[in-house]
């Protein structure tokens, strides 16, 4: 079974400041990659998500993720955080049998 | 476009009891999962219902049982109700075992004392 590696448990930074968070998988076979956020009072949504192609990934409000299959890693990303991305941040991992892996998800406070 | 939907959304229980929780598919959505998320914890795959059925389980004891019926709206049932499954309990919700995305309800808060 895989496993989600999330590296940081809570990651506090100002406004306008650059956000980088972690995540590592076990796996070593195909995998469709996610991230998601949830907003504080907030269900869960759709940061966004990896399946094949162009490994630099775009989602909404400004984030990325780099897949890097050699360091089995997906990174998310964002040069320039606002204090409204204060939240709750899950990487997920999906391999062939479909059923989605959570990490243990990274909580950003950002500070105006 | 109705979401994921799910009720109760807080509920407090006692060790022993049963209960019930429900989950109303995003509009279009066949497939129904149901994820525990513990306090400080990222969420854990229960199972997966799909035409009905149990497709998928996760690492959970037969305690936990789930129903599809044919509307696609899903119940998960937990008996025998231990302090640790206090949880937030999620329904998600896709178009088919194999959709890409799954949209994730509310949740529905449970306090076992």
């Known amino acids: 079974a895989q496993s989600v590696s999330q590296h940081n448990h809570h990651v506090i930074l100002s406004e306008a400041a650059s956000l980088e968070l972690g995540c590592n998988y076990s796996?070593?076979?195909?995998?469709?990659l996610f991230w998601y956020v949830q907003y504080p009072g907030q269900h869960l949504q759709l940061l966004l998500k990896?399946?094949?192609?162009?490994?630099l990934v775009k989602g909404i409000k400004g984030f990325e993720a780099e897949f890097i299959k050699s360091k089995f890693s997906f990174n998310l990303r964002k040069p320039s955080v606002q204090w409204s991305d204060t939240a709750e941040y899950f990487c997920?991992?999906?391999?062939?049998?479909?059923?989605?892996?959570f990490g243990a998800g990274t909580t950003v406070t950002v500070r105006a | 476009d109705a979401g994921v939907t799910q009720s109760p959304t807080h509920l407090i229980k006692t060790r022993g009891q049963q209960v019930t929780l429900r989950c109303s598919p995003k509009?279009?959505?066949?497939?129904v999962s149901w994820y525990q998320q513990a306090l400080g914890q990222g969420p854990q795959f229960i199972f997966q219902?799909?035409?009905?059925?149990?497709?998928q389980r996760g690492n959970f004891p037969d305690r936990f049982s789930g129903h599809q019926f044919p509307n696609y709206s899903s119940e998960l049932n937990v008996n025998a109700l231990l302090l640790g499954d206090s949880a937030l309990y999620l329904c998600?919700?896709?178009?088919?075992?194999?959709?890409?995305?799954?949209?994730f309800g509310p949740g529905t808060r449970l306090l076992v004392l």
């Open positions: 998600a919700s896709t178009q088919g075992v194999r959709g890409e995305t799954q949209y």
């Open positions: 796996y070593g076979g195909t995998v469709n």
């Open positions: 990896y399946f094949s192609g162009d490994p």
């Open positions: 997920a991992v999906r391999s062939n049998d479909y059923k989605l892996s």
């Open positions: 509009s279009g959505h066949d497939t």
């Open positions: 219902y799909y035409e009905e059925e149990e497709r």
